[in-house]
């Protein structure tokens, strides 16, 4: 007959049972008592849980003479997600096929967390036979592990030797055996939970600390990456900002797609399948982990983890993988506060510069112009006055140049003055002219950042690359200057000294040009200079 016994959940209680058995059993030896005491004791040595399960089954067949014993842990609806055994040989184990995933009696256990016994498995109504290749098995013991209240696995034991079945003390003594093991898993789930803690910690304080030590948030996120993918077996790990890629572990990869996954997760710990192919995926990976990173309103960040099998995740990995979230924040923010105090510093360092440039040059050149034109009626030389005139408009404009490089140094590149047109132009020419051998002179007339509309700037930045590109590559000149004038019509001139265009180049860009000025009701004209170089003049009505 089958007989099940209901599991008492406390240790002593178990112990006790098993000590009255036994004595009952016969009460002058003391060697069966003495076997269990021991097995209990080898049960609970160590701390790492693999080898506990191993030591668990081993421990088991030999105190209730089985010639098979198993372990099955627990998965979730469940099911069994890993399966200890001994007594199979690797021989047979190669032909086998697949371990168990909780059918049949090994169910029972998991839907029914009691000891149960068998005398012949395929006389019990929830048998489902043996897989082909498998060893025959009559004989049936069966008994839950329970840590913490809660069912961790069952422990299984067939073919008992020396008698035709399992008897009640195999029941008493694979109870205390179970007891024992829960006792012993419980144990090394701390531990391993404790050391988990420790490396996650590790992580935390090491690369939490790297941007106060000066080492850059790129390299920062990357060495993140790469220590959750060791703590963790993924296959790939990555932090995204919407569509574009912060870190990663391996090369480079396109994350356009991945930012319907982190948006999807809306700021929630998700795990997610994928059946189809994504670059993102990776060695195999079909599972991905998203774990938010705060980042700025309406803006999705994430820590993303790919694995090739499902993972379940231990209340410790979600605090370490939470925590690395937020270094990574804060990493993230810290970089961009450096950013910008290094650029308020910077502007600050400019603002006094262009407050000598104007407080002091402008004035004194300004001072310098108009002694001379007091002295011009005294002079009465017309070539000295013609010479204190050109003097006077060289001044002019350098006093013009002056200004622009002041505006220049009150504004910087990439902020919120990228939207005026006098830094869009600026931006342009130190874009241009980067690599080249001379720099042009820019001059600005006019209210050119009121004046202009917006519709008209990308024109005007498209007739500087094109007649800088050419003045820049083509000219040979050595001296280029670029008037932008704001008055009833905004006009762009770009003037050289070089050698003019040739009549046979390919004139595609000027034509495009000409054709900008069209759409624009504008005019666009192409000049020789005298005594060499070039003037090309684009204008447009400003209504």
């Avoid at 099955?72 to 032909?95: D, K, M, N």
């Avoid at 932008?484 to 050289?496: F, H, S």
């Amino acid at each position: 007959m089958t007989d099940r016994r209901r599991i008492d959940s406390k240790a002593f209680t178990e112990v006790r049972a098993a000590v009255d058995a036994l004595a009952a059993k016969d009460g002058n030896d003391p060697t069966a008592l003495r076997d269990v005491l021991e097995a209990v004791l080898l049960v609970g040595q160590g701390l790492e849980i693999d080898a506990a399960l191993q030591r668990i089954v081993e421990v088991a067949a030999a105190v209730l003479d089985a010639r098979y014993c198993a372990l099955g842990v627990r998965g979730p609806e469940l099911s069994l997600q890993a399966f200890v055994y001994t007594g199979i040989t690797p021989e047979q184990r190669v032909h086998m096929g697949p371990l168990p995933v909780g059918r049949g009696v090994l169910g029972e256990l998991l839907h029914h967390p009691e000891v149960l016994r068998i005398p012949r498995l395929s006389d019990h109504p929830s048998s489902v036979g043996f897989p082909p290749n498998h060893p025959p098995m009559d004989t049936f013991l069966g008994a839950p592990i329970i840590v913490r209240g809660e069912l961790f696995g069952s422990i299984y034991l067939t073919e008992k030797q020396g008698a035709d079945e399992f008897t009640e003390l195999d029941e008493t003594i694979v109870g205390v055996l179970a007891v024992a093991a829960g006792i012993a898993v419980d144990n090394a789930r701390s531990y391993e939970g404790a050391q988990t803690r420790m490396r996650w910690m590790k992580l935390l304080a090491d690369r939490g600390s790297e941007p106060l030590r000066g080492i850059s948030v790129d390299e920062t996120l990357d060495g993140m990456c790469r220590d959750v993918a060791a703590l963790t077996d993924a296959a790939d790990v990555y932090i995204v900002t919407g569509s574009r890629l912060d870190a990663h572990t391996g090369d480079e990869v396109d994350v356009t797609d991945l930012a319907t996954v982190v948006e999807a997760a809306g700021g929630v710990l998700a795990l997610r399948h994928f059946d189809i192919e994504r670059s993102w995926l990776r060695h195999g990976a079909r599972w991905v982990t998203v774990q938010p990173v705060q980042s700025e309103p309406g803006q999705f960040r994430a820590l993303v983890l790919t694995h090739t099998e499902r993972r379940f995740w231990t209340a410790e990995e979600w605090a370490g993988m939470a925590g690395v979230a937020r270094v990574a924040s804060l990493s993230i923010a810290y970089s961009e506060q450096q950013r910008l105090t290094g650029e308020m510093t910077l502007l600050a360092e400019r603002h006094r510069i262009a407050r000598d440039l104007h407080d002091l040059v402008i004035q004194r050149l300004f001072a310098i112009g108009m002694s001379m034109q007091a002295m011009r009626p005294a002079v009465g030389d017309p070539d000295l006055d013609a010479r204190m005139d050109q003097i006077v408009t060289d001044l002019d404009a350098t006093i013009a140049q002056i200004r622009t490089s002041i505006f220049d140094l009150q504004s910087l590149p990439g902020g919120e003055e990228t939207r005026t047109l006098r830094r869009r132009v600026l931006d342009v020419v130190s874009e241009l002219a980067a690599h080249a051998s001379m720099s042009p002179n820019v001059v600005f007339v006019g209210p050119v950042d009121t004046v202009v509309p917006e519709t008209l700037s990308p024109h005007i930045e498209a007739v500087l690359r094109e007649g800088l590109s050419n003045a820049l590559r083509h000219s040979g000149a050595d001296l280029i200057s670029v008037r932008i004038v704001a008055a009833e019509e905004v006009t762009v001139e770009v003037t050289d000294n070089g050698r003019g265009i040739p009549a046979d180049v390919t004139q595609s860009g000027l034509r495009n040009l000409a054709r900008r000025a069209d759409d624009c009701d504008g005019v666009f004209t192409i000049a020789a200079r005298t005594g060499g170089g070039t003037t090309i003049t684009w204008t447009a009505p400003l209504g």
